[in-house]
């Protein structure tokens, strides 16, 4: 018997095309495992880039002092610099020297500087191509 086509509450679909209609469907357990798969590779991926680009940290602190019987004074307005003095000033010695307190983070064989604080000379640099580290 013949389906009309103009009866709303009756439709059959075939078997061929229900499997079409499940066929891109996965459960939860399959994406899930997706997930973490691609998550794993990506975990990998990082790790390997990080061993072969050979990360260098530099991490500098240093305070400069003066010998005894001689003080400190600056240099230049600017804070840094410093040279080493007798207290009643009559005279310099050839101390001179400043404060460090440095955290950097270099990609050697790559060449490239991700970021290099200085905190006393107040020089702060950003990702750079090019620099060579020793």
Do not use: W
Request: aromatic share 6%; glycine share 8%; net charge positive.
């Amino acid at each position: 018997m013949p389906v009309s086509s103009h009866s709303p509450a009756l439709t059959v679909t075939s078997p061929r095309s229900l499997s079409r209609r499940t066929e891109g469907t996965t459960s939860p357990a399959s994406r899930r495992g997706r997930k973490l798969r691609a998550l794993a590779l990506l975990l990998l991926l990082l790790a390997g880039v990080a061993v072969i680009s050979d990360p260098h940290t530099v991490f500098a602190y240093a305070d400069f002092r003066c010998p005894a019987g001689l003080v400190e004074r600056p240099v230049s307005m600017m804070s840094g610099p410093v040279r080493c003095e007798r207290q009643d000033g009559s005279g310099a010695s050839d101390a001179t020297g400043s404060d460090r307190f440095r955290v950097a983070l270099y990609l050697r064989n790559l060449e490239v500087r991700v970021i290099d604080l200085d905190f006393v000379a107040g020089a702060y640099l950003g990702p750079a191509l090019s620099v060579r580290i020793r």
